[in-house]
């Protein structure tokens, strides 16, 4: 059983970064590949970004791309994302996922978080 806290959210202005940290306990992190998904109020969950076991390959939504960096520390079993040029749009609750597959798809990860909140307002 893994156990997955973020943090790291909070409320900024368009424009602005954040970086989001997820911390895994109570399994092997560096088998699982992780996800970073959000879901914004009255929207369906949708993938954010996602990352190997060993953070050698990355892959990200195109709405994500160029602004967002998906990272991992095995050592400390955290997985993060920086999100820069941050949008109104980008308003949602971040949610980190572990997966044992490859794959974006939520409804194949294994683990999830509670969520953060990261709110992009003027």
């Known amino acids: 059983q893994v156990q997955l806290v973020e943090s790291g959210g909070g409320s900024v202005q368009p424009g602005d970064s954040l970086r989001l940290s997820c911390a895994a306990s109570g399994g092997t992190f560096s088998s699982y590949r992780m996800g970073w998904f959000r879901q914004a109020p009255g929207k369906d969950r949708e993938f954010v970004a996602y990352?190997?076991?060993?953070?050698?390959?990355?892959y990200y939504a195109d709405s994500v791309k160029d602004r967002f960096t998906i990272s991992r520390d095995n050592a400390k079993n955290t997985v993060y994302l920086q999100m820069n040029s941050l949008k109104p749009e980008d308003t949602a609750v971040y949610y980190c996922a572990a997966s044992r597959s490859v794959t974006i798809v939520s409804g194949n990860y294994d683990y999830w978080g509670q969520g953060t909140q990261v709110t992009v307002s003027s």
């Open positions: 990352i190997t076991s060993n953070g050698g390959r990355t």
